[in-house]
């Protein structure tokens, strides 16, 4: 058996509309995951239209350079994660490969500065709680929505890592050849973890600098 | 080296080169316009601040969503299904600040 028919699954006549069904799956589950993610960013746009003063005064602490240097890391992410899954739809095995290793270590990174970060932030009790040390007390909200929101997000992150090391091994064993339709759910799940962190980085990040 | 296994590889390398060239664009966009992000946030701009990173963030979104997601070549029922998470979105920013903005206490 070819690998190209290995790949091939019931009932799809071909791969490239196995990978379309793959894909279109994929959709209706982010579909699904924006309406939650949209449920935390409607929540914090109403306190902060309540409470903008408190709102600019406890972004203005959080860190803005492990801010950026993970949203850097997670852009360089996206770019291998879409060339990985480019180099499998054309079987290049070696470069998805490279590239999925390439995309699990940048996640990596991220969660390793999300930890320091988190340390800076309870270093400075900024947990909402009884020694919160910002004024007036609605701030303690923002950093709610802080630890709230990056907090999924990373649940999110470590999911989206463990998939594709697992994606890796499948593929390094060739338990499963890399020009099936594995690698579209993947990307777009991956992707969308990225996006995700495009809207928090404003919200939590840039947005008491001035 | 044989001559169709040198030719192999000159096929394989021109092929690498136009998969990383599309993204890396979209990447070079995306760092792009983070830059200008960061930078905007440091300027004195009152409540336009988050507006203007806000809407970049929107910019780089449909950047991502258009090139790195490739949903410029999907068809159109997973259009339509992506669009309808943004369509839900939209509902219900407007129900839940229809309430929010039109309460008098």
Known sequence: ?210 | MSQNETRGRQRNSALTWRLWRGPGLTWLALLALFAVSLGSAYAPLGVGNLEINLFIAAIMIALLVTFLMDLKNARTIVRVVAAAGLFWTILMFALVFNDYLSRTY
């Open chain 1, 1 to 210: 058996m070819s690998d190209a028919a290995g790949a091939l699954r019931e009932p799809w006549p071909n791969l490239q509309l196995q990978r379309q069904g793959v894909g279109l799956g994929m959709w209706m589950f982010l579909a699904s995951e924006v309406l939650f993610f949209a449920a935390l960013f409607c929540g914090y746009a109403v306190y902060r239209s309540f409470n903008a003063e408190a709102f600019r005064i406890a972004s203005a602490h959080t860190e803005i350079v492990y801010g950026s240097i993970n949203t850097v890391l997670l852009l360089t992410s996206s770019l291998t994660m879409t060339v990985a899954l480019r180099a499998a739809t054309v079987q290049l095995r070696g470069l998805t490969l490279f590239c999925l290793a390439a995309t699990a270590a940048l996640g990596a990174a991220f969660l390793v500065c999300k930890g320091l970060e988190y340390h800076e932030d309870l270093k400075q009790h900024l947990f909402p709680g009884p020694h919160f040390p910002l004024s007036p007390p609605a701030t303690q909200m923002f950093w709610g929505f802080y630890w709230i929101m990056t907090g999924i997000h990373a649940v999110h992150l470590t999911g989206g890592i463990l998939v594709v090391l697992l994606v890796f091994t499948l593929f390094k064993r060739r338990t499963v050849p890399v020009q099936g339709s594995t690698m579209e759910g993947v990307a777009i799940y991956w992707h969308f973890v990225d996006s995700v962190w495009l809207v928090l980085y404003p919200l939590l990040y840039l947005a008491g600098r001035p």
